[in-house]
Structure formats: C-alpha cells, structure tokens
C-alpha cells in the first residue's frame, strides 16, 4: 500500500480508548494540533470490560485525573446509573467512589467531547508505523521506507503512517493501543484474531516497533458474560442499592445537580455444582490446555482460577450490573472465563437466579502485545526515541483508570516537550499517579498491574477528598485549569486553615452542657477544660456532632468540614506520614547523574549493576525501588555519589 | 538505609585480600584465602606445579598440589584450591593455600602473598564481601563475623545454630504470620464486597499479642546473647582485709585464661576476660583493686557505686572470721538490684559468720533470698571456686534455653530492630484500643515488619501485593 498523502500536525495519539482520549484532550486543550487515530470511531472511551469507573484506588486516581484537569471524572458524572462510596466504615485513605457507568452514553458523551475540542482531530485509521527523524530520510515519492541500517539507541520521532501510506509528520506521538496489538480472543477451542468486542486488532505496528528496538511481550486479561435481562431471577439475588447522598466524583461538578433515580445490582453465588462442572471441564480452558501463552492478572482471576487456587472456598460471588439504561444487558461479575461457549452456559445456569439464563455475548480471554514499561522514563517517554510517548494498557497496566491516568500524563509530557519544558513528574508522595507510573517504569511486572490502596505507601496523604488540595496547583501550572478554579481552590484553603486553628483555639469547660453532650454520645466526661479539636479527635465523636456544642461555627461547604474533620482527627498519623515524606523526597533528591557509569562503581552486586544500567533510575530513591537493588548497593551508591561529589572520580 | 555502613573498599572494584583463614596453632595445617579480582593471577605467579601448568590454567573447584616459590627460594610445598567467581564463598575469584609448615611458614607465605599485590583482609571481611555480593544474608554473615571472634564454647553453640539458620527461621515465621494478616486487611480494602474484616479487630488483637510475646522472648535472649559473647561484666567488692585480692588470684591464676586486654571505659581501669567453666568473666581490674585491699578507700565511693551500677555480677567478698560490721551494710546498699554472689571467705579458720546471719542482714535490708547466692570459699586453700562457675552460669545463662535449642538473638543490632518491631506492634495495639478503623494497623504492621526484615536482610519489595492475590480470592 501506498500513497501519497503528507500532513502536518504537532502530536499523533494511537488509540482512542481511556488513556489515548486523555492523552488527546490534554494536547489539544495546551493548543498543539492533534490527531487522534483509532480502528473505528464508535470505539471512542469503549469500556469492553466492566461497566463501572472507580472503585478502591481507582477511585483515587479518576479523582487525581480531575484534579489535574483531565475528563473522566466530569464524563463519569454525566453518565453514571448508580453511585457508591466504599469502604466508608473504614480510614479516610481508603474510602473510595465507584459509579457504575451506562457505557453507552460514556463513549458517546466522551466522543462529544473530543469532537468539540479545538485543535483536536478524529481519524479513523489504522496505524502500521511509527516514523523517526531518520526514517524520514529513507522515505520515497509514494511515502515507502527504503530498508537502512537503524541506531535503536538515540532516536527522534517524526510522524506515524496509517493503512493507506499517508504519512501524518509530528513532533511527538502518544502509544494507547490498549488490547489491540496482535489481539486474539480465546473461548475454548475457539479463537478468534480480534480486539475486544469483535473489533478489527492492529496487526502492523507491533514490527514496526520491534524495528525501532521496541520490544513487546504478551499480556492477557478476560471477561465474563452479558446476559439477556430478561432471562435473569433477581428475586433469588439480593439487590445492591447505590449511596442515597451521591457524591460526584470531579471536584467541578455540583452534587445537587447530579443526585438522580439509580439502578440495582444484584448479587448471587456459584455453588459446589457450578465447581463440579468447571472442575470436569478444565481441560477445555485454553489456559489450562497450554493455549494461552499471555501472563493473566491475578488480582482479576477467571472462575476457573478461582475453583483451582481457592479449592476450599465453597462458594463466590456473582454480582450482576447493568450495562446500560438502553440495554438490558447484564455483567456477570466475578465469573470471567475462557472456557468454551457450551461449558460457560451449563456453568451460569448453576447459580441461583441464572437457572435459565441467555447469553448475549459469551465471557472471553484476549491476549495482546504490550511493553515492559521499564524502557520508558517517568515522563512516559521512551528512553530511546526522543518525542515517543506511551500510556494505557499498551504499557502493562490494567483498567480503566490506570489507562486514563498514564493517557493525560503522556499527553501532559508530550506537550511539555514540544514547549521545551522539564516534563511533570507527579512523584510517590503526591499521588497514586505517581505511585503508578513510578511502579510500572521502575518495578517488575509479570501480570497487568493493577493500583491497590496498599500500593501507596503515603496513602493516609494521598486521600481521595484532597486530590484538589493536592494536585490542583499543578494542573495550574501545566495549564489545564483555570485561574478561576485555582482561586477557589485557594478560597477552600484558607477556609480549612482557619477553621482547624478556630477548632485548636476554642476552650471548651467542663460545664454540665458539654458532659450531658459528651454522656449522650458514650465518650467520657472532661476533668478539666479542653478544646474542640480535643473532642474531635476522640474516636467516638465527629464533626456532625459537635455542631450541637459547636455555637460559633461558621457556615462552611461540606469538602472543608470533611478536611477539618480528617486533619484534626487523624493528626498524629497524619504527622508521621509527613515526615516519612521527607526523607522520602531526600533520596529522590538524591539525583543520579545521566552519565553515570556503573562499571566505575566498585562493589555493587552483579545483579544490581545490570538492572542500574539497564534501567538508568534518575534518583537513589528511585534506584532503591529496582529489585534486585539491595540497601546495601544503595549504601554503595550513595557513597559514590560523595565520592564523585568531592572531585575524586 | 539503616544497618549497613559500607566499607572504604567500595571505591575499589574488588582489591585482593588475603588472610590465614584457620585458627593460628601449630597444628600442622593452615588455610590461607585470597579473595579479589587478582587472586588467581597473583597466586599464579606464586605457585609452581610439578608439571608446569599454570593455576589461571587450571578449573573452578579443583585442588592442586605444588610449591609456593617466591625469589627462587621454596617456601611450602602446599595445596591450592581454586574457585571462580561466582562459585565461591564471596562470589569472587578465591584461592585457598593449605600450608603444612606451621605457625612460621604460613605467617611467610602470607607475607609473600602480601608483597605480590594482595592486601591483608580486615577482620571479617570475607564475611562482609560475602554479603555485599549476595552470597549470604546478613545474619548469617553476623554469625561468621562472630564465629571468628569468639573462642568460648557457648558462643560457638549460638553462633552455628545461627549459621544454619535459625534466627532466619524464626524471624521468617514471625514476619510470614504479620505479611498474612497485612494482605488480610488490605484484601478486604481493596475489595470490600468479597472480603468482610467483620470482628476482625478481636482476631487481630489476639494475634498481635501472640506475635509481641514471641518477640519479646527474642528481645529478652540478646541480654543472654550480649553476655556470651563479651562477657560478664563483674565486680569485686568489700571491706579492707576480706581477701579480695586472693580472690581475684585465684581467678586469674598462675595459668589463667586472659580473653581479652581491652582498655576499659576509664583511663584508671582496666578489663580482663577471664574464662570460668562454661562463661566468660570481664573482671573489672581498677588501678587499686590489685595492690591494695581497700577498692572503695582508694578509687571513692561514687566511682565504686559507678562500677557496681555498670556490672552484671557483683562477687561480694566477707571475711567469715569476723562479725559483720557497718561496712558491709554499705555494700549491701550500693549493690542493690543487682546480681550478685557473696563469697564467705577465710573457711579455713574459725567461722563466725554463718549463712543464716547473712540471710538475716539481706532481709532486714529486704533482700529477698533469691536476688543473691552465698558460697563458702577459702581463697587461701583454693576451696569452693567450682561452685562459684556453676552458679555463675546458672544466672547468666538460661540452660534451658540453651539445650532446647531456642532462637538466641546474639548482636545489638538485632535486638534494635526487634524492639522496633515490639514498638511498632504496641501501636497497632494502641490503635486497635483507640477504636481506629482496620487500614490504620497495617501502617504499624508494615512498620514491624520492615524492621524484622532487617535482621535477616530483606526488603519489602512486594511482598504485599504477592501475599495478597496467593492467599486471597478477589473478585471481578
């Protein structure tokens, strides 16, 4: 295939799932002219797995993603059909939303969106290639690459070309293929080359990457059924109502214009028959018949997975979830699978309520071409070719969220260096972003990584009600919110400080007021005097409560009384967090040069040597997170680094 | 970053070491590694085989017998083991010379070794490039380092019972049982519709006690461990003419068993290492003690309070021919709480203090009977002395504990970091009494966890996210 067909544009973004329309619209919004391309537009934000955003962690981040100046929480907040906060019985770090989505209206709202955006354009095509500054060199008339000797080490994007020949020339491009590359789709003996959802896979790029020195592995994940609604029991279920108070997830959403009528979910469980038949037919699966050569995610196991490593779990839970209000077509959470379509029906028809159920589309496992993303740095850029960007499930990562996150960041950074500014690294301490992205560049992965609370290692900081409080700033400074939010921002800034020293500084006596107060709540009575904050602090009490003894309190917005509440009550956890922080940020400090040689460097381990050269860490911190790097290579490196320091290399 | 200073060779890829590997007697046979990127090349030039071939010639793991010949002269006729990096006990190039000559000759070679590029190894630094190259962990590379510094028989016990891994046993187990409860919790947060933490909090606490007793045990045993290895710190004291230094003769002996000569922490006093029976003895030697009879008159009464307050073993010498006067009482006073043996001295003639009398002050000055031993001595005639090393080992060292082979946490370090992890796990158990919600112990038992995987040299790395998708069914 040929043509002829040259375009100019700044920023080419492949993929326009979760991560790629991020990436897109952060490009687009900082004025360079994108392209978006994806295999078929009605894919635009296609949720192919589970219909619902959020959840524990992921939450976080699609609050993070709001915070910065991305869109999938606003999207969310247009389309969602039931809303739940969970773990609310539990620490604030660890409270997170989940809404479920009407998946629909999410693709169309999310494409809406984009084709309003200036300078943002949608292409549906095909990318084969990906074209830098030297194979530019090596292009003739009908725009065909004349074979040349490549240097993989030091390279510089150019431009991408489609299906058709045309060459789109860029500054950077933006990798979001998510599950499409080389994609097959397994369900017993039947396999079929597609994408998700019996979309066209991408089947070119892969060798054109592998050609830049861009090696990829095989990753596979899967999915369970979708029934026909009608052919569902619930009353053998129970029904899962969502929150009565909604709570939106972007921070510039207004709650009262979003509480609206929700939809139920329903729960049941497999039992020791629905076991019986997976365990007769395991032989059938293509993982356990050796078919599957992808490495699975272990946090999101197929039913077989689950009947094989948990023998002495009886039963498991089946959630069933709508997957839209114009479909009655229902999820059968907890119950993914890839064994053959036959099996599947016998297997559902096990579990109380799905007696007679019918398939819409049957449960599958897809395996696909990613990264390991230690070859990027944590800009998202890959170490050997300048202005190439990647983010999503194309990097080893799982989700949506997780998609999204990497998307805008990719998008931020690529935009940052055709502005010829230092990328933005969100860094451990000041988001689950950064937790990400610095696991996924730095860490071993085997499986698709998915983000879990625990994670974190500064979760009780990096709270989903503060993800403004955190990150706003930064969206400021990158320019993708406005002067406007940034005031407000510190409007509620002011208003947290002020109220927490009001707290610190209002005497409360021991009067027969506050102790009948105090009695009526089961927390013991004041010897002495105190203060607000004093009883705030108290397990038993809350914030709520304390208006009935509170006369002076100001009127103040929900969000800053949550704050108020948490940095009081949570104080002295929340100090020692802090100052695990610094000397957190001491060893990324701790920056270790470009030109570093680790050859020089006497005493590290073997091991240690090769992973330091091969994955280049820009701090000790960082270096310190490489497994395979032990303290006491730290130890050594940061005596290097005085050495080094003082002259004496 | 805790732990591990790194040695000033870090800024050297490997230099070669050398030092005699085997005790230094005349037995006969002595070893003598050489470890470092140069070790094959340097012994080469050194060592001659009958048939000419060459060491850098010859394979990993071999023995072979020939000359060490330095300036035409034949030094040893010896056999040298080679082994290649990284097959070897530090992972780096090592030969190993068996010399059959004796003190003098192996002292020569290493000498010669020394002049041809090799630099003398530091005290255990085998051991420490061992370790910096991932050969052995941490505690055991402690257990070699004490192993070769210590000579007493216990010590020996401790330390291979270590070497086969022991302390990593029990610290392994304890850390398994927190990671599980960890990844119990997190599970749950992560996936709170299929995993309930419902009356956890009782569960957990129960669990926590359980793990802080075992810790505690191990904690308490550093205190047996610190006194195996150094010593007991001990103090002779009483009134003038007692016989304290006849005592102290008697101990030291014409052929006594001096340990160690180590400067003591005052410029006036000296320790010496004495061995008796199964232990060792620091005896606290002050400038006084030995010439003259009267320790408190001579050095003052607070440096003796000093001394007494710093010793583990207080030996209280009285004088059984003559009634106990107000001297003593002072004495009984400034070694209260402390462990201590009252030596009835001078049996040899008439007695007219009894054990009963003793018994009669110490609870008048409320001394219970169990706090002190009494044991009837005549240093003159060298009479009662077994007795004393039997009671002293019976109060320093737990033989149960020895003979049932229990986990004897022997290095400070350690103990550190186990107190750290007693600490972090009271705090868990504060926040469970405080009524926190379920996410706030694993911060602690994170904490506790880190600490115990210093012991044994391992990181967190993730652990966690493993625990949890092995043990815990999630959901989707």
Redesign the interface.
């Known amino acids: 295939m040929s043509s002829t067909i040259r375009e100019k544009v700044d920023i080419c973004v492949v993929g326009a799932g979760h991560a790629g329309c991020e990436a897109a619209l952060a490009c687009a919004r900082l004025g360079f002219n994108t392209v978006i391309f994806t295999i078929s537009v009605d894919s635009i934000a296609l949720m192919p797995c589970?219909p619902n955003i959020g959840g524990?962690?992921k939450g976080h981040l699609v609050r993070e993603i709001d915070a910065l100046g991305g869109e999938m929480g606003k999207n969310i907040d247009k389309t969602f059909i039931q809303s739940k906060m969970?773990?609310v019985?539990?620490?604030p770090?660890?409270h997170s939303l989940r809404a479920q989505a009407d998946k629909q209206m999410y693709s169309l709202e999310m494409r809406k969106v984009l084709e309003s955006t200036n300078n943002l354009t949608i292409k549906q095509a095909e990318v084969t290639d990906i074209l830098t500054v030297e194979d530019m060199k090596h292009i003739d008339d009908m725009n065909e690459i004349i074979p040349y000797e490549r240097d993989m080490s030091n390279q510089e994007i150019a431009g991408v070309r489609i299906n058709t020949g045309a060459i789109y020339e860029c500054r950077a491009v933006i990798l979001c293929t998510g599950t499409y590359l080389n994609a097959r789709c397994l369900c017993g003996e039947s396999i079929t080359y597609t994408g998700p959802n019996g979309l066209m896979a991408a089947t070119s790029l892969t060798s054109s990457l592998l050609n830049h020195g861009i090696k990829t592995r095989r990753f596979k994940t899967g999915t369970p059924a979708r029934m026909d609604g009608r052919s569902l029991d619930y009353s053998k279920m129970e029904e899962q109502f969502g929150d009565e108070k909604i709570v939106p997830f972007s921070f510039s959403t207004n709650p009262d214009d979003i509480q609206k009528d929700q939809v139920s979910c329903f729960l049941t469980y497999t039992n020791e028959e629905t076991h019986k038949i997976i365990r007769e037919n395991l032989d059938r699966s293509p993982i356990y018949a050796g078919i599957i050569e992808g490495t699975g995610p272990?946090?999101?196991?197929s039913i077989e997975d689950?009947v094989v490593?948990?023998a002495d779990?009886e039963r498991?839970?089946v959630?069933l979830e709508p997957e839209g209000l114009f479909t009655n077509e229902m999820y059968v959470?907890?119950m993914?699978s890839s064994l053959p379509e036959d099996v599947q029906l016998k297997m559902y028809r096990t579990v109380p309520g799905m007696e007679n159920c019918k398939i819409v589309k049957h449960a599958y496992a897809i395996e696909y071409d990613c990264i390991d993303a230690n070859i990027l740095n944590l800009s998202l850029m890959f170490k050997n070719i300048k202005g190439l960007f990647a983010g999503g499930q194309f990097n080893g990562s799982s989700g949506y969220e997780e998609a999204a996150a990497q998307g805008l960041m990719a998008g931020i950074n690529a935009s940052r260096l055709l502005q010829g500014k230092e990328p933005v690294i969100i860094d451990r301490s000041e988001g689950y972003i950064g937790v990400l992205i610095d696991d996924l560049v730095t860490?071993e992965s085997r499986e698709p990584y998915r983000m879990?609370?625990?994670?974190a290692e500064y979760?009780?900081l990096l709270r989903q009600d503060n993800a403004d409080l955190r990150l706003r700033d930064i969206g400021f400074e990158i320019g993708l919110i406005t002067e406007v939010q940034r005031d407000e921002l510190e409007k509620k800034r002011c208003m947290i400080k002020s109220e927490i020293q009001r707290y610190k500084n209002t005497s409360v006596g021991a009067n027969n007021r506050i102790q009948s107060f105090l009695l009526e709540h089961n927390s013991t009575p004041l010897k002495s005097g105190s203060t607000l904050a004093e009883l705030l602090a108290r397990?038993?009490l809350n914030i709520v409560m304390l208006t009935e003894i509170d006369d002076d309190r100001p009127s103040l917005p929900d969000d800053v009384l949550k704050q108020v509440e948490i940095e009081i009550k949570y104080e002295g956890?929340i100090k020692?967090?802090i100052s695990q922080v610094e000397a957190f940020k001491k060893?990324e400090g701790k920056k270790l040069p470009d030109d570093i040689d680790y050859d020089d460097?006497?005493?590290l381990?073997?091991?240690a040597r090769a992973k330091l050269k091969a994955l280049r860490p820009s701090s000790v911190g960082q270096a310190?997170r490489i497994?395979g790097v032990?303290?006491?290579d730290?130890?050594?490196l940061?005596?290097?680094l005085e050495?080094i320091k003082n002259g004496?290399k | 970053?805790?732990?591990?200073?790194?040695p000033l060779?870090?800024?050297?890829?490997?230099p070669t070491i050398a030092a005699i590997a085997t005790a230094l007697d005349n037995s006969g046979i002595a070893i003598i590694r050489v470890s470092g990127d140069e070790a094959i090349d340097i012994v080469s030039k050194l060592f001659i085989t009958p048939s000419g071939k060459l060491l850098s010639d010859c394979k990993s793991g071999t023995i072979n017998y020939g000359h060490i010949i330095f300036n035409s002269d034949v030094i040893d006729e010896v056999y040298v083991s080679l082994f290649r990096s990284?097959n070897s006990y530090t992972?780096e190039d090592v030969v190993e010379i068996n010399t059959h000559g004796g003190i003098y000759v192996t002292k020569k070679v290493l000498a010669v070794l020394l002049k041809n590029g090799c630099r003398l190894a530091m005290p255990g630094e085998f051991s420490k490039r061992a370790?910096?190259?991932?050969r052995i962990d941490l505690s055991q590379a402690e257990a070699v380092m004490e192993l070769i510094n210590s000579e007493n028989d216990l010590s020996l016990k401790s330390g291979i019972s270590k070497l086969s891994g022991s302390v990593y046993k029990k610290i392994k187990e304890i850390r398994d049982e927190i990671i599980y409860e960890?990844a119990h919790i997190?599970s749950a947060?992560?996936?709170?519709?299929?995993i309930s933490l419902d009356n956890y909090s009782e569960e957990i606490r129960n669990k926590i006690d359980k793990i802080l007793k075992e810790l505690t045990k191990l904690s308490d045993s550093t205190e047996t461990g610190r006194i195996i290895r150094n010593g007991i710190k001990t103090v002779i004291v009483g009134k003038p003419n007692v016989g304290k230094s006849s005592v102290m003769n008697v101990l030291l002996g014409e052929d006594r068993a001096i340990v160690t000569d180590i400067e003591g922490t005052t410029r006036d006093s000296i320790e010496e290492g004495l061995k008796l029976g199964n232990i060792n003895l620091r005896l606290i030697d002050t400038a006084g003690i030995r010439n003259s009879e009267d320790i408190i008159e001579n050095i003052g009464i607070e440096k003796s309070i000093t001394l007494c307050n710093d010793a583990d073993l207080i030996l209280f010498v009285i004088d059984s021919s003559r009634e106990l006067d107000d001297n003593d009482i002072k004495i009984i006073k400034m070694t209260e709480n402390k462990k201590m043996i009252i030596l009835l001295n001078k049996t040899d003639k008439d007695m007219v203090v009894s054990e009963e009398d003793i018994d009669k002050l110490m609870s008048e000055r409320g001394n219970a009977s169990s706090t002190y031993h009494i044991i009837p001595v005549s240093a003159k005639e060298n009479i009662g002395f077994d007795e004393l090393s039997n009671v002293a080992e019976s109060l320093f060292i737990d033989t149960n504990v020895i003979n049932s082979n229990e986990v004897i946490i022997t290095n400070l370090r350690h103990k550190a970091n186990i107190d750290d992890a007693i600490l972090s796990l009271n705090s868990v158990i504060n926040s469970i009494e405080?009524?926190?919600?379920?996410?706030?112990y694993?911060?602690d038992m994170m904490g506790a966890y880190t600490s115990l995987g210093y012991i044994i040299?391992e990181?967190v790395?993730?652990d966690?996210?493993n625990e949890?998708?092995?043990k815990f069914?999630?959901?989707?």
């Open positions: 589970n524990s962690s969970l773990n019985s539990k620490g770090a660890v272990r946090y999101c196991p689950k490593k948990f779990k498991h839970q959630f959470g907890g993914s860490k879990m609370t625990s994670r979760r009780l397990p038993e956890y020692r967090q060893m460097v006497g005493s381990r073997l091991e310190s497994s032990s303290p006491a730290i130890s050594v940061l005596v290097y050495h004496n | 970053m805790r732990g591990i200073n790194p060779f870090v800024y050297m890829k490997n990284p992972r370790f910096l190259n991932g960890i997190e947060l992560d996936d709170p519709e299929h405080l009524g926190m919600p379920e996410d706030f694993t911060i040299g990181e790395d993730d966690l996210v949890i998708f092995s069914c999630m959901g989707k």
